[in-house]
């Protein structure tokens, strides 16, 4: 049952850990879920539940408690299949994170259908999860990089984006959905066709996306969508890949072990069906089951009202963070954006704002959030990023700003 009005008070008391304080006398203000988010208790019941009455291993076991573990793993994959729109469980494999569904992919789609010369096509704001696993096999493969320009105001360029895939022929073109730095939501559907329209293959790194907005794989057409449960209020340890069936089939195993094969000799062995052949030894077992708990409980929301929801308190903390004398602010309007904020005082060390921040009882992240050649694109070492998820308020935005002006009287 959908909750009919976004009742904030509501969900944050389905979440323990915000009702506890920073520092005495002071209580918690979470603005890092770009990071990691949060986990509600019926998250935590999940996995203690598997743990208290189910534990065992997968596939393997003919006894209750392994039929009744393998059910309920694989019931979890079937939530995540759903919530994502893909129509066949069997295209979500089961990985530790986006990062790891990322390099899967490099190393088995890459190093089979890429050759010398052949062009990869990504962005300037790409995470290192989206940025490194290329250069390495770049590096390896003689693969040409190439990348669609991000705009003083933090969009991608369009134009150039079209015109690089008409140009290059590139083989593979790979972006984020949503930047972690700029929030920048990118026109998905319209890079991917466009992709497509040259015979290229597409990536998608919805480790932000999917979290906080409906993302429909049938409805992107998109190959390949990497993401984790542990920013979208599920444990971490565990991520998917979805990925097109035929695209699935025909990739070699990633890892080698257990659960991958069919058959075993001394010097030969035959590989398992899809997914299981990418999913070597035993797995995040009580890890997935909170995914999929995790799904459960965002769809129990509504992932529009949630998006809604983030796109109110972006529009605000923008406002109020406009407010604050010398403060830059990075990315595009709210209209264009999720619930991410990254900003800047000219004199001031990110670190430093972050820990007087944290003085505060608010948490933020400061540093390059693992996309250092975005950052060197705005000259510019580190930032401060405050993010915002379904649990936040207004009220922990006027805290915020409350806390930079503590910033300017402490620094000048």
């Known amino acids: 049952m959908s909750i009919q009005l976004f009742d904030v008070a509501r969900i944050r008391a389905d979440f323990p850990i915000l009702q506890r304080e920073a520092h005495p006398g002071v209580l918690l ?7 990691t988010a949060q986990k509600p208790q019926q998250v935590i019941d999940a996995m203690d539940e598997f743990y208290r009455r189910t534990n065992a291993n997968i596939h393997r076991g003919i006894h209750v408690l392994a039929e009744e573990a393998t ?6 994959r079937a939530k995540i299949a759903r919530f994502i729109g893909a129509t066949d469980a069997n295209e979500v494999v089961y990985t530790r994170n986006t990062t790891e569904s990322i390099n899967l992919v490099a190393h088995t789609w890459g190093r089979r259908n890429l050759q010398a010369g052949d062009v990869i096509l990504l962005t300037e704001m790409e995470h290192h999860s989206n940025l490194v696993p290329w250069q390495i096999l770049a590096a390896e493969k003689n693969l040409r990089l190439e990348f669609i320009p991000v705009t003083e105001d933090g969009l991608l360029d369009l134009k150039a984006a079209f015109r690089l895939i008409d140009e290059l022929r590139p083989k593979l073109v790979a972006f984020t959905h949503m930047s972690n730095v700029l929030g920048t939501i990118n026109p998905a559907a319209k890079i991917i066709a466009a992709a497509h329209a040259i015979g290229a293959v597409t990536l998608l790194d919805g480790a932000q996306s999917v979290p906080h907005l ?7 057409d998109v190959d390949f969508l990497a993401f984790s449960a542990h920013k979208m209020c599920g444990p971490t340890g565990v991520g998917a890949l979805y990925g097109k069936m035929a695209l699935l089939e025909a990739m070699p195993p990633f890892l080698g072990g257990g659960d991958m094969i069919k058959k075993v000799e001394l010097r030969s062995f035959r590989v398992n069906d899809v997914p299981h052949k990418f999913e070597a030894g035993t797995p995040a077992i009580a890890e997935a089951i909170g995914f999929g708990a995790a799904v459960d409980y965002l769809q129990s929301i509504g992932m529009t009202a949630i998006e ?3 796109q109110q308190l972006i529009a605000y903390a923008l406002e109020r963070l406009a407010e604050v004398p010398g403060l830059r ?6 209209q264009h954006k999720g619930g991410v904020a990254s900003f800047a005082f000219q004199g001031i060390h990110p670190h430093d704002i972050a820990q007087v921040l944290d003085a505060e009882g608010i948490a933020v992240r400061a540093g390059h959030h693992c996309a250092m050649p975005l950052h060197n694109k705005f000259n510019i070492l580190a930032t401060t990023r405050a993010s915002f998820y379904l649990y936040n308020t207004h009220d922990e935005v006027d805290r915020l700003i409350a806390g930079l002006y503590k910033v300017k009287e402490i620094f000048g």
């Open 29 to 35: 203000v979470y603005l890092d879920s770009t990071a």
């Open 308 to 310: 809604q929801h983030e």
């Open 71 to 76: 059910a309920a793993y694989e019931e979890a």
């Open 329 to 334: 602010v990075f990315g595009p309007q709210a």
């Open 214 to 220: 409906p993302v429909n794989v049938q409805t992107l």
